[in-house]
């Protein structure tokens, strides 16, 4: 007996105009919390819950949870590719998202996740040290420093020989709730936004958890890791 791919009842779960309108809005590779695909499709946040649970229990997502929140991503490149692909069959619709204010722009763009750097910023560098090799992402949503990463952080200004793991690692990956994607977290990151603080490249909003990156904080990030301000406007 041979089996076959049970395409009709991933074809009914993309069919669905409320759950196709949440698959796009992961198209870009971010993950959202169940209200922004909610808001996304335009349904309620009952409905949004029951049409993501026919999309995980369909293969079509996966979730990951981050404290309190559960974000929602495709479960694969795979899936993507056959969004696309029927997407190129007809004529494309925008996703529906909220517009952001200027405070939530400045959150968005570089702020304190806790202890840590995050946003926009906080990803680019992230970014930035995986580029040069100085860490690795791996299993168990963890970062590995390598030997290069360890001489550089330490060229830096930072002892990583006397940072003290947590249970999670030295480094862990944090999911950044603006641009669902991962960021440095754990000690080794709390060790160097304290040591961009500390030098001057970054500075704290007197009213809020996001921060300003300086000219030398721009400078030292062009230098070290290859980001430009422009490319992250």
């Known amino acids: ?13 993309i069919a669905d105009p409320a759950r196709v309108a949440m698959l796009s809005a992961l198209l870009d590779g971010r993950a959202r919390p169940a209200g922004e695909l909610a808001y996304s499709a335009g349904v ?5 819950s029951s049409h993501l649970g026919k999309l995980l229990a369909g293969g079509l997502l996966a979730v990951e949870t981050e404290g309190r929140h559960r974000y929602y991503r495709l479960a694969g490149p795979h899936v993507a590719l056959v969004l696309e692909t029927l997407a190129s069959i007809g004529p494309a619709e925008s996703v529906r998202r909220k ?4 405070d939530a722009q400045k959150l968005r763009f570089a ?10 910023v906080g990803i680019a560098v992230t970014h930035g040290l995986l580029e040069k090799g100085f860490l ?4 168990r949503k963890r970062f590995e420093l390598t030997a290069a990463g360890a001489e550089w952080f330490d060229r830096m200004g930072m002892s990583t020989a006397s ?22 977290a754990g ?7 304290n040591l961009l603080f500390a030098e001057g490249c970054i500075r704290r909003s007197p009213s809020s958890r996001a921060v300003d990156v300086t000219p030398k904080g721009w400078k030292v990030l062009r230098e070290h890791l290859g980001i430009h301000e422009q490319a992250l406007l």
């Open 44 to 48: 309620t946040a009952q409905t949004a």
């Open 1 to 13: 007996m041979t089996t076959q791919p049970n395409i009709a009842a991933v074809a009914f779960l």
């Open 99 to 102: 517009p952001l204010t200027r």
């Open 163 to 184: 940072i003290k793991p947590t249970r999670y690692g030295l480094a862990r990956q944090c999911l950044d709730w603006t641009e669902r994607q991962h960021h440095l």
């Open 136 to 139: 690795i992402a791996a299993e």
């Open 111 to 120: 702020r304190c996740c806790y202890d840590h750097l995050a946003g926009r």
């Open 187 to 193: 000690p080794l990151g709390v060790h160097l936004t």
